[in-house]
């Protein structure tokens, strides 16, 4: 049996989350492709959540905003149609956090997926043409996601409030 894998994701807020889910799960229908909950990867992939665990109890964030420095598309299936995120010092401090203590290089380029699918260019090309976002994001939590199987299976196992206080 494979080792299970988990990833480390910024959630956004519940009312952000609603308004991404209103773009991701058409798009998912549409495409016949997985749908999946908002997020930004902060780091993957990790076979240690306990460690991630204790990184994410120390924690002394409050909610912040992230703003979207445009929409885009690659060929990485992760990465299929993307609102790509300005970064900033709470995701560079958080990024760096797991970093430190998982001793392994993530190539962390902040963004939010809205779909999985391998899709040819002129399709990812009208799909963002015809896509509005808003420009900026609430992140309100930070949670480990078991992500070793297929992403209609992929699980929160484990999610903690960014403190407003």
Same mark, same amino acid.
């Given at each position: 049996?494979?080792?299970?894998?988990?990833?480390?994701?910024?959630?956004?807020?519940?009312? %952000?989350?609603?308004?991404?889910?209103?773009?991701?799960?058409?798009?998912?229908?549409?495409? %016949?492709?997985?749908?999946?909950? =908002?997020?930004?990867?902060?780091?993957?992939?990790?076979?240690? =959540?306990?460690?991630?665990?204790? +990184?994410?109890?120390?924690?002394?964030?409050? =909610?912040?905003?992230?703003?979207?420095?445009?929409? !885009?598309?690659?060929? !990485?299936?992760?990465?299929?149609?993307? @609102?790509?995120?300005? !970064?900033?010092?709470?995701?560079? +401090?958080?990024?760096?956090?797991?970093?430190?203590?998982?001793?392994?290089?993530?190539?962390?380029?902040?963004?939010?997926?809205? @779909?999985?699918?391998?899709?040819?260019?002129?399709?990812?090309?009208?799909?963002?043409?015809?896509?509005?976002?808003?420009?900026?994001?609430?992140?309100?939590? +930070?949670? @480990?996601?078991?992500?070793?199987?297929?992403?209609? %299976?992929?699980? @929160?196992?484990?999610?903690?409030?960014?403190?407003?206080?």
């Amino acid at each position: 049996m494979n080792q299970p894998n988990y990833s480390i994701w910024l959630l956004p807020s519940e009312t %952000d989350k609603l308004y991404l889910s209103q773009t991701i799960q058409p798009l998912g229908k549409k495409y %016949d492709a997985p749908v999946f909950d =908002p997020h930004c990867t902060l780091f993957s992939p990790i076979t240690d =959540p306990e460690s991630a665990k204790t +990184i994410i109890d120390q924690l002394n964030f409050k =909610p912040f905003e992230v703003t979207m420095s445009g929409l !885009n598309q690659s060929d !990485n299936i992760w990465k299929t149609l993307f @609102i790509e995120l300005e !970064n900033n010092a709470q995701m560079t +401090i958080l990024n760096q956090l797991f970093s430190q203590t998982i001793d392994f290089e993530y190539d962390f380029q902040p963004h939010i997926s809205l @779909i999985y699918k391998e899709l040819n260019m002129n399709t990812k090309k009208t799909v963002i043409e015809k896509l509005i976002v808003k420009n900026s994001y609430r992140m309100g939590s +930070i949670a @480990i996601v078991d992500t070793s199987g297929p992403v209609e %299976d992929w699980k @929160i196992v484990y999610e903690v409030k960014l403190s407003p206080g």
